[in-house]
């Protein structure tokens, strides 16, 4: 099999603020491997909180072999070496593009799955002033009837947030305050938010607070989900009793396998699952979204908000997911906007 990389900076539409920080641009990494005369798409979007780069995931690429058949993708992860979470993602997601391209079905034909039940994807709000956030709000409010508002650390802020976005817009509410709550302001803020309609509440605490998240979860009237915390499979066991339900990342999980494993081991534990993501172009998301009819939520916006995503794929009507039907991810190039088009002509 040949591999082939490239980088590529994501513009988005907005700055997007959360309580780590603000992003104006992303630079992620696409990922081809050629075998058999097709080619197989995945995107590696690094992960920051992890301390991971495009160039990072670009040195864990070069000059990495992969063995010979695709669809020995247990042997050809396995024979990775540690590094790039994101990077290994992207092989992942290129190797089971080429297994649908080869037996010409779509990914969640190959899993045995109803795209049907694929849950509504929420869209995320980023922090902001509130009546910025609030405009956006109805915007969104037109094209989905989840969203999700993040929340920082400023208690009268977060309720003044969510009383004016609950004025201004129909839509079902949650919220991730992206671990930026102690254990009081979390007992304190939850029972507000659930007076105000909001119907789950993402990483009230810091990432390694279970123990605030064993005495949070009993008294909570909210369900909570757990984000930062889960990266792969061996992650979830112990946020049993803690939370409600995680938060499953493609790129955290180094892939679309790990992933699986992951919605199988929170199910052995009675989680919900919600399939998340990061900043992507619609490869990485249409890869995720092929394992949205196993969920119970999903938030797979992170395409939505770029400006000059080079491909299509999954689309959203009405939040609702509609997975493509071509073979693999289903992923095409995007027409360029008419007008636009080189005639190649240099007379
Ligand atoms: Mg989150």
New binding site residues.
């Given amino acids: 099999m040949h591999l082939d990389y490239q980088p590529i900076t994501l513009n988005l539409e907005t700055p997007f603020r959360i309580a780590h920080g603000t992003s104006l641009v992303r630079e992620n990494v696409l990922v081809r491997i050629r075998a058999a005369g097709l080619e197989g798409l995945g995107e590696a979007a690094p992960v920051r909180q992890h301390h991971e780069t495009q160039a990072g995931v670009m040195d864990y690429l070069a000059g990495l072999e992969l063995p010979g058949d695709p669809f020995l993708l247990e042997e050809v992860m396995a024979s990775l070496p540690p590094g790039s979470q994101a990077a290994k993602a992207a092989i992942d997601m290129a190797l089971h593009d080429l297994q649908g391209k080869m037996l010409g079905v779509p990914l969640y034909r190959l899993w045995g799955l109803n795209p049907a039940r694929a849950p509504e994807t929420s869209f995320t709000l980023g922090l902001g002033p509130v009546a910025e956030v609030e405009a956006k709000a109805r915007a969104a409010a037109e094209r989905f009837s989840i969203l999700k508002l993040k929340l920082d650390a400023d208690e009268a802020g977060c309720l003044a947030l969510v009383r004016a976005v609950r004025a201004a817009v129909d839509s079902r509410l949650v919220a991730?305050a992206?671990c930026a709550w102690t254990v009081d302001q979390a007992l304190r803020l939850i029972p507000a938010l659930a007076d105000l309609g909001l119907e789950w509440i993402?990483?009230p605490l810091a990432e390694e607070d279970l123990e605030g998240l064993r005495k949070l979860h009993p008294e909570s009237p909210l369900p909570i989900f757990a984000?930062?915390p889960v990266r792969t499979a061996r992650d979830i066991p112990r946020l049993a009793g803690c939370v409600d339900g995680v938060?499953i990342k493609v790129m955290k999980a180094g892939g679309l396998r790990e992933a699986q494993r992951m919605i199988a081991v929170a199910r052995a534990h009675d989680l919900q699952v919600m399939l998340?993501c990061m900043m992507e172009t619609s490869v990485g998301i249409t890869a995720a979204a092929h394992l949205a009819p196993l969920v119970d939520w999903a938030d797979l916006d992170g395409n939505l908000t770029v400006t000059n995503d080079p491909f299509i794929g999954v689309l959203v009507e009405k939040g609702k997911l509609i997975l493509p039907d071509g073979p693999g991810l289903g992923v095409r190039p995007r027409p360029a906007p008419a007008g636009t088009e080189d005639s190649g002509a240099k007379t």
Avoid: C, K
Wanted: proline share 0%; glycine share 12%; aromatic share 0%.
């Fill in positions: 991730d992206n993402e990483q984000d930062e938060n998340g």
